[in-house]
């Protein structure tokens, strides 16, 4: 699967549901966002016959997103039928880790082979107020992370998302954890989408984290964690894990996308910003294959995002994140 611009295309990130049990205030708006309807959803059958199509054009990775994931029915079920498709070779899961301690081992057991947690914050407080949940749900968070390393998965990649007055200066000490802990930390750039504009002011940008880490003791460059993502790390002399930075507003890296994206109800979107998708649910339906309405995807993937900060034209559209799977 090779686009216009000569990207080839092996990863797909599948979004199982919108909905997820945090509010998280970058992703989703507190109130008021239109679910998808239970009956327009993809079934665990025809995500799996999509991607053992897509494999036999050249899929190979594919990794499993939301709203969070953990909470559609079942999980490690999808998980074990994507493993067994021919040609797909890594499995991965992004996940809030609350529902982990429950899922976890099924997951490894069905063949899930990483996971990415995010985690804002080491501050309750500060959770109650990213997350708008309570605070038992930031200990449900930490007992999740346990969970996974209990499991064996590894890497364990922990996705922070900075905002300026709610854990930017927490920066230092998550850079600090990676010392002792193999976890790989990844700072993330703020994205505008339609229900975050609040946020612009808080917006950080990783050259900043990175010059306040640096201010606590050098990193050094370093290859980063299996996942060839568009993450670029570093790492203390001796540390067991890594500092990534993921700068989709500063540096795009939309030269080396490899990634297309599937929506809950079964659009494929070959950029996570814009409004270009295509429907593969109706052909699947219908006649049983989607390799033309794939091709069509892949022929329309744009050059590059065109987000900019403080403005949500360049989100296509998106109101949240949580909508296509971040
Ligand atoms: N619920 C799961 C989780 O939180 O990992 C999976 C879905 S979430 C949408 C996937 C990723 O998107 C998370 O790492 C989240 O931090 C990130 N994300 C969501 N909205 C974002 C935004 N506006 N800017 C940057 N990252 C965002
Ligand atoms: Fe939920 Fe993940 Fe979005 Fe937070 S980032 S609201 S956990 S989907």
Redo the contacts with the bound molecule.
Sequence with gaps: MKDQFGRQIRYLRISVT?R?????T???PEEGLPWIPKAEMLNYEEIAEIVRQMADMGLERVRI????PLIRHDLPRLVEMIAAVDGIDDISL???A?LLPRFAGRLRDAGLQRVNV?L?TLDKDAFVK??RRPARRFEETLIGLRAAEDAGFSPIKI?C?LMRGLNDNEVPAFAQMTRRRPWHVRFIELMPVGENLHLTDRYVSTDEALERINGVGGLEPDPGPLGNGPAVYYRFPGGRGTVGVITPMSHNYCDRCNRMRLTADGRLRTCLFGDHEVDLKGPLRESGTIEAAVLEALAGKPKQHYLQIGSASGSGGLA???QV??
């Design positions: 919108d997820c049990n945090l509010r998280c970058y992703c989703m997103t939301g709203g969070e992004s996940t809030n609350i995010s804002d990213i997350a996705n998302v949240a994140l949580s799977g971040g």
